[in-house]
């Protein structure tokens, strides 16, 4: 039975360009593919331009040869990337492989534990400093508040310089009055003496000096003034000074503060064996260059705040791509399976509806990402845990490079899942794969390391289940992928294993199921592609029995069916015997299973 639809993980998820490939930038990337996504539009435009000519010939002699050099020469370019094609399909087998590493610790090389361990140091730091929740620093915005804080200090300078002259200007002045005042007592004094009038000379005396006692009292008050004014800017300055040792400080990383706690996929980032998975995974994503490592981590962590991603998961974002992209079964090994169906994007309704406008595109990324990080969210992180997948990518009937709009979607998630997604898929497998397309691998194949190389497996429609069956059991791969799984209610269920053989050309096969009581047999058969016929009947264990024929044999064509399932209720020892002639020149893959249920007396 199908899982729930999901989306899978990593960046080598959408199309082949993996978590690991070497640093470019996404405009870099873009333009690369643009670049050949155009190249071979071009070639496919000039093949139809050539083919268009011909029509247009006048002499219809002319037109004729033409057609005639021109179909001969479409075959030989059919005929050669046929041949390319199928030289890569018989590579699929020969070609190494990627082994997934482990995540044991105690099993690591002494380097790569030692990357781990300087990972695990740099990490508590940066928790200690909360460095990886914290706003990327903006070393301009701190420059020009360093700036202005200085520019206040040169102003109050500035303006308890011109406070002390003030103050000077005024002692000047009041200096002046007093000697002036002086002069004016001596003159009334001597006026006294002449005239004798003491009393009045006396009483000026007392004047004077109420006057430059007076005076000298405003002095001292406009000089307590500018004391206050001078103390109150010598306080401005100081509280400014501390605002800017608090910044250099944060700048600096050195604030005194608790810890910070930070998980990832539910996962924290110390203190569980499961974190360790978690840092070797970024390890591996930069060749386990630690500073590489941390950054791409550090990256990762403010992303996914700014991105909101908890509040994502929870997102209702609708269902019109559950076909585009879901989880079915396991591989052999353990690993969930997601497909990437890019056929469904043929519905122009779909596509319209998923590409009209840049809304509708940022939906299909959140709900890619959603997908994704609800399918890594699933995963088991333990050391000896399957926390990687398989992705199984289904070019059947895909838009090709021609949709824009599809491929820039692609590029821009492909990018985040690089960037925030690293080492989530153990294998790559490419089925129903076009000739163009692995032209076009071929052009790209330059810019992918040996490792991602290495996860990529390329099918051409012909060998694409006979592929799949490679790593998954037919039993859990989809009807439409050669397989025997289904949705509907079916006798048997994914827990009831299949045999593969492989009928050669021009021969007859039979399968038999031998039954040594009364039961009621069932059994289900399948040939990938058919264009055979079968037939089934029962041959009872005693010499005077009669065969019963439980099948007509009858020839089965590609289209007509996909899975046949027949029943028998057997009353004595016998065996049924299925029949499968094929008069093809290739060969084909049967696939059966069957069971019998005891008749109750």
Do not use: C
């Not at 190249?39 to 040869?65: F, T």
């Not at 003496?193 to 009483?203: L, N």
């Not at 169906?341 to 299909?364: A, I, M, P, Q, S």
Request: proline share 5%; charged share 35%; glycine share 4%.
């Amino acid at each position: 039975m199908a899982e729930e639809p999901q989306k899978p993980a990593s960046a080598e998820e959408v199309v082949p360009v993996p978590a690991d490939t070497p640093p470019t930038t996404q405009s870099e990337a873009e333009a690369e593919v643009e670049a050949n996504a155009e190249s071979i539009e071009e070639v496919v435009a000039e093949a139809e331009k050539a083919q268009s000519g011909v029509e247009d010939k006048i002499s219809q002699s002319e037109a004729e040869a033409e057609v005639e050099a021109n179909a001969k020469s479409i075959e030989e370019v059919v005929a050669e990337a046929e041949k390319a094609q199928s030289g890569a399909e018989d590579k699929i087998s020969q070609s190494v492989s990627f082994k997934e590493e482990t995540n044991v610790v105690g099993d690591l090389p002494e380097a790569q534990r030692k990357a781990l361990d300087e990972l695990k140091r740099l990490v508590q730091e940066a928790l200690n400093n909360h460095e990886l929740t914290a706003p990327k620093p903006e070393p301009e915005k701190k420059k020009t508040e360093l700036k202005a804080l200085e520019k206040k200090e040169e102003e109050v300078s500035e303006e308890k310089k011109e406070v002390e002259v003030t103050e000077e200007k005024k002692e000047a002045e009041v200096t002046e009055e007093k000697k002036e005042a002086e002069v004016i007592e001596e003159k009334k004094e001597a006026e006294v003496i002449e005239e004798k009038k003491e009393v009045d000379a006396t009483e000026e005396k007392k004047e004077a000096e109420v006057i430059e006692e007076k005076k000298e009292v405003e002095v001292t008050e406009e000089k307590k003034e500018a004391e206050v004014i001078e103390e109150k800017k010598e306080t401005e300055v100081i509280e400014e000074k501390k605002e800017r040792e608090v910044l250099e400080e944060k700048k600096e990383g050195v604030v005194p503060i608790s810890p910070e706690e930070v998980e990832i996929w539910g996962i924290p980032l110390l203190g569980d064996e499961r974190s360790d998975v978690i840092l070797l995974k970024f390890l591996r994503a930069r060749d386990f260059k630690v500073k590489d490592a941390l950054s791409m981590l550090r990256n990762t962590v403010r992303w996914r705040k700014e991105f909101g991603i908890e509040g994502l998961v929870e997102e209702d974002l609708g269902s019109d791509w559950d076909k585009v992209v879901f989880s079915h079964g396991h591989d052999k090994e353990g690993h969930p399976v997601y497909y990437n169906v890019f056929g469904e994007f043929e519905d122009k309704e779909l596509y319209n509806k998923t590409f009209w406008d840049e809304e509708k595109r940022n939906k299909l990324i959140r709900w890619m990402i959603q997908s994704l990080e609800k399918s890594v969210r699933s995963l088991d992180f333990s050391p000896t845990g399957i926390s990687t997948i398989v992705q199984v990518n289904d070019l059947k009937n895909s838009p090709g490079l021609g949709k824009r709009e599809l491929r820039q979607a692609t590029n821009q998630v492909l990018q985040l899942f690089q960037d925030n997604y690293p080492e989530f898929v153990a294998k790559q497998i490419f089925i129903n794969v076009p000739w163009w397309y692995l032209a076009f691998s071929r052009m790209i194949s330059p810019f992918f390391t040996q490792r991602t190389k290495s996860k990529f497996l390329f099918a051409g429609p012909s060998k694409s289940a006979h592929t799949l069956f490679q790593y998954i059991a037919p039993e859990l791969v989809p009807v439409q992928y050669g397989g025997l799984s289904r949705e509907a209610e079916q006798e048997f269920t994914t827990s009831d294993p299949v045999t593969e053989v492989t009928i050669k050309p021009a021969t007859k096969h039979a399968v038999e199921f031998p039954v040594s009581e009364k039961s009621h047999a069932v059994w289900e058969i399948r040939v990938v592609g058919w264009d055979v016929s079968y037939g089934a009947e029962f041959v009872p264990g005693a010499e005077d029995g009669y065969t019963v024929i439980v099948q007509k044999n009858r020839k089965i064509g590609p289209a007509d069916e996909t899975v046949i399932t027949n029943a028998f209720k057997i009353g004595e020892p016998g065996k049924i015997v299925l029949t499968i002639d094929n008069q093809t020149s290739k060969k084909k893959k049967l696939l059966y299973r069957s069971k019998t249920k005891p008749i109750p007396e």
